[in-house]
T-cell receptor, first 114, second 117 residues
Framework: KAGVTQTPRYLIKTRGQQVTLSCSPISGHRSVSWYQQTPGQGLQFLFE???????NKGNFPGRFSGRQFSNSRSEMNVSTLELGDSALYLC?????????????FGPGTRLTVL | AQTVTQSQPEMSVQEAETVTLSCTYDTSENNYYLFWYKQPPSRQMILVIR??????QNATENRFSVNFQKAAKSFSLKISDSQLGDTAMYFC??????????????FGTGTSLTVIP
């Protein structure tokens, strides 16, 4: 079974621009979560999508948004980029509900904002 | 909200020795899951070990084992016979299962472990 894939792997943008990151979950997984990883902050939860609906949202400004398509692929968008948005953005998918639900992570997209 | 604390930002261990990484969490829930994830340098995050809170027996996966103290809300990871490939960032995570509203994970800030040859 193919793992979680994320594109692009690396991205360099300038302040004020907007960016879209993509995540393809493991086949059959309907839940996709997004995290921002920065040194010293660990993984900060952005949001989670399930069957094209956002079910949970972390404490991030409205510049961060996402969506999920019918094939469970998900995109994350960040508008009006700031220097502090530089981070590794991780996507994770999971399959079962209600019980222990291991998250499988993608390799991440390294975003650098100049 | 649940919080997960990893109080050791960096640790090192000699190859073949044993090391213990600490994790504490704060929750009022009774049914939950705990995980340790490993993120090697420039590589993908992978699951190391999981523990169901309702199980009293500590989970073990080969050289990796946990010391789960539910009353103390402590969940430490012990790595025995450390190998160079164990060098990585280790994250402790808490998860409360929810049938219809998604299983949200809470992660600690990580412990960077270096295995010294």
């Amino acid at each position: 079974k193919a793992g979680v894939t994320q594109t692009p792997r690396y991205l360099i943008k300038t302040r004020g621009q907007q960016v879209t990151l993509s995540c393809s979950p493991i086949s059959g997984h309907r839940s996709v979560s997004w995290y921002q990883q920065t040194p010293g902050q660990g993984l900060q939860f952005l949001f989670e999508y399930f069957s094209e609906t956002q079910r949970n949202k972390g404490n991030f400004p409205g510049r961060f948004s996402g969506r999920q398509f019918s094939n469970s692929r998900s995109e994350m968008n960040v508008s009006t980029l700031e220097l502090g948005d530089s981070a590794l953005y991780l996507c994770a998918s999971s399959g079962r509900e209600g019980s222990y639900n291991e998250q499988f992570f993608g390799p991440g997209t390294r975003l650098t904002v100049l | 909200a649940q919080t997960v604390t990893q109080s050791q930002p960096e640790m090192s261990v000699q190859e073949a020795e044993t090391v213990t990484l600490s994790c504490t969490y704060d929750t009022s829930e009774n049914n939950y899951y705990l995980f340790w994830y490993k993120q090697p340098p420039s590589r993908q995050m992978i699951l190391v070990i999981r523990q169901e809170a309702y199980k009293q027996q500590n989970a073990t996966e080969n050289r990796f084992s946990v010391n789960f103290q539910k009353a103390a809300k402590s969940f430490s990871l012990k790595i025995s016979d450390s190998q160079l490939g164990d060098t990585a960032m280790y994250f402790c995570a808490f998860m409360k299962p929810r049938q219809n509203t998604g299983n949200q994970f809470y992660f600690g800030t990580g412990t960077s472990l270096t295995v010294i040859p």
